[in-house]
């Protein structure tokens, strides 16, 4: 049988510029990580592809770490059962061994390209990468300035809400998913990630594949500004008092808010993604007040719009970024020695292997 697959994305293009949550990748235990050098075009990411496509094949779960700068693109593997992990360890995610040898190690594909030829070729790849530095900028100026209108919504909505109604609901709720559960020994283990990106081809969600195999999922519905980061907090900080593990997964704009939390000792998920509105589900929007709320549509409705601007200005960006570096690929792609690549993929499963029980 075939292994199980999880994608998210362990770094996003936030309103305070890229941040990364490359740390939590690492499971705890961790026999090997395989930190990837090199630039764009070498190969990396379908070098990670190619070996956890192998793994899932000999029925091991694999979680995917994808790129939120470019999402066909792979930033981490990690090969659940066998504890081994893959990096892309370059910029902007820079990652170095930390117990060189004895735990992790630095694979170069530096060592499979023809510097000769790169050469030929570097003013123009150094102009493609002054230009992609611009425009990430200039994409994390406009998600900067979407920060405050969002915030703004967020302020109209939460004076419309009856507040005692929403702690009320939220102690109900958080006292029926922990009833019974007793307390766990050791110190619990917070992971935080993200479920989904601002990226060039734009929003994308991957809570589909994150919580798959998950018994009982709840979706918290409403409008921004209505407590569902709030709601989401209460159950992981009780799961946290209770010795839980938790995963945290937030929202990209705003790193601050959360969007999901997985117990996976209780086989629960509370997700505010829209792909699980299907589910048992809570909507907070019952708790508004439409009268009070009548005074602030009009400007809810213009912050919105403004919002979605921006974002989409953000977006259109991080394609041009994107576009830039694909045309370093291209200068990258012709001066490498895949078959030298592919016998080390080769290796590597071999050397992963190695840590089968």
């Not at 992990?85 to 930390?98: E, Q, R």
């Not at 994150?210 to 989401?232: A, Q």
């Not at 809810?300 to 830039?324: C, G, Q, S, T």
Request: charged share 30%; aromatic share 12%; glycine share 6%.
């Amino acid at each position: 049988m075939a292994g199980k697959i999880r994608k998210m994305f362990p770094g996003g293009n936030t309103s305070n510029g890229f941040y990364s949550f490359f740390d939590y990748i690492i499971p705890d235990g961790v026999n090997r990580i395989f930190c990837l050098k090199g630039g764009p075009g070498v190969g990396k990411s379908s070098f990670m592809k190619k070996i956890a496509r192998e793994f899932v094949k000999m029925g091991y779960d694999v979680e995917l770490h994808y790129c939120s700068s470019d999402p066909k693109s792979l930033d981490g593997v990690v090969i659940k059962g066998l504890n081994a992990v893959l990096l892309d360890a370059t910029a902007p995610h820079i990652v170095d061994p930390k117990l060189p040898g004895a735990v992790d190690e630095i694979i170069n594909f530096g060592e499979f390209w023809d510097t000769e030829k790169l050469e030929k070729n570097k003013s123009e790849i150094q102009l493609c990468n002054e230009n992609i530095g611009d425009c990430f900028q200039r994409a994390f100026k406009f998600l900067k300035s979407a920060e405050p209108i969002y915030l703004d919504i967020e302020s109209k909505n939460s004076k419309c809400m009856d507040w005692s109604k929403v702690n009320k609901i939220t102690d109900d709720f958080v006292s029926r998913i922990f009833d019974g559960v007793e307390f766990c020994e050791g110190a619990p283990k917070c992971r935080h990630l993200f479920g989904s990106a601002i990226t060039p081809v734009g929003y994308l969600d991957y809570s589909d594949s994150l919580f798959e195999e998950v018994e009982n999922i709840y979706y918290i519905s409403g409008d921004i500004g209505v407590g569902k980061s709030e709601f989401l907090r209460s159950i992981y900080e009780r799961a946290l008092k209770k010795g839980l593990d938790v995963e945290v997964y937030h929202f990209p704009l705003i790193l601050d808010k959360l969007q999901a939390v997985y117990i996976s000792k209780l086989n629960v998920a509370i997700t505010t993604s829209s792909l699980f509105k299907e589910k048992q589900f809570i909507n907070l929007n019952d708790f508004i007040d439409e009268e009070k709320l009548d005074k602030y549509k009009d400007d809810i409705k213009i912050d919105k719009e403004i919002v979605d601007y921006l974002m989409n200005n953000a977006i259109a960006n991080l394609k041009r970024a994107k576009f830039n570096h694909d045309i370093i690929e291209e200068y990258y792609v012709p001066t490498m020695d895949f078959d030298r690549v592919e016998k080390l993929k080769n290796e590597v499963i071999g050397r992963i292997l190695k840590y089968k029980e």
